[in-house]
């Protein structure tokens, strides 16, 4: 009848679809030009992680950020974080879909909490010294600032699994029954 339990072998691939994921929303949050920041009231000042601007309507007046160093700070922080984050993706298909490779799990686990905190370091930067040196009123941030903490949660998640995973070698590689949560008789 109904068997309900986790089959590991067949799972292996969830893992790089994570991190795959996690670089897609990654460099939505790069690439975002429409803000990680806007102004509440008048809709007149956002910035994103590039530039801010101020106007209204069409008559928009853009200053890049880069001439801070904490925004540079930031720019390069999120850069290598996703530099590294695609690296380690690609180790984990090489080491669970290629070929069951349980020795380069702890290192892509390592390299996914090394990005970790790359990217918290520059997503706490970012609104301090925004609100230090810009900060003119109430902003919100919006949902390209969102997908910068979205990617940096999924990664935390899956640095943490994969640092776990090398307890699980037998139900890995598929030398083991599965061990069922719910049999009915």
């Known amino acids: 009848m109904f068997r309900c339990g986790i089959e590991y072998p067949r799972c ?32 007149t000042h956002y910035a994103s992680m590039w530039t ?23 720019a390069a922080l999120m850069i290598i974080g996703l530099i590294i984050l695609i690296i380690a993706f690609f180790i984990s298909v090489v080491a669970l879909c290629c070929s069951l490779r349980i020795d380069l799990l702890l290192v892509i686990g390592g390299l996914i909490i090394l990005a970790v905190i790359v990217q918290i370091i520059a997503l706490i930067i970012y609104p301090i010294m925004f609100n230090e040196l810009i900060y003119e009123g109430y902003y919100n941030y919006t949902w390209a600032y969102g997908f910068g903490w979205g990617a940096t949660i999924v990664m935390l998640g899956c640095g943490i699994i994969f640092c776990c995973l090398p307890r699980y070698e037998d139900e890995l590689a598929g030398m083991t029954k599965p061990n069922y949560i719910y049999n009915s008789a």
Do not use: H, Y
């Open 12 to 43: 292996r691939w969830i893992l790089p679809i994570l991190l795959a994921f996690a670089i897609i929303f990654d460099i939505i949050a790069i690439a975002a030009t429409s803000g990680w920041i806007e102004d509440e009231d008048a809709k």
């Open 52 to 74: 801010q601007c101020r106007g209204r309507n069409d008559q928009w007046d853009c200053k890049s950020l880069m001439e801070f160093s904490w925004a540079q700070a930031v």
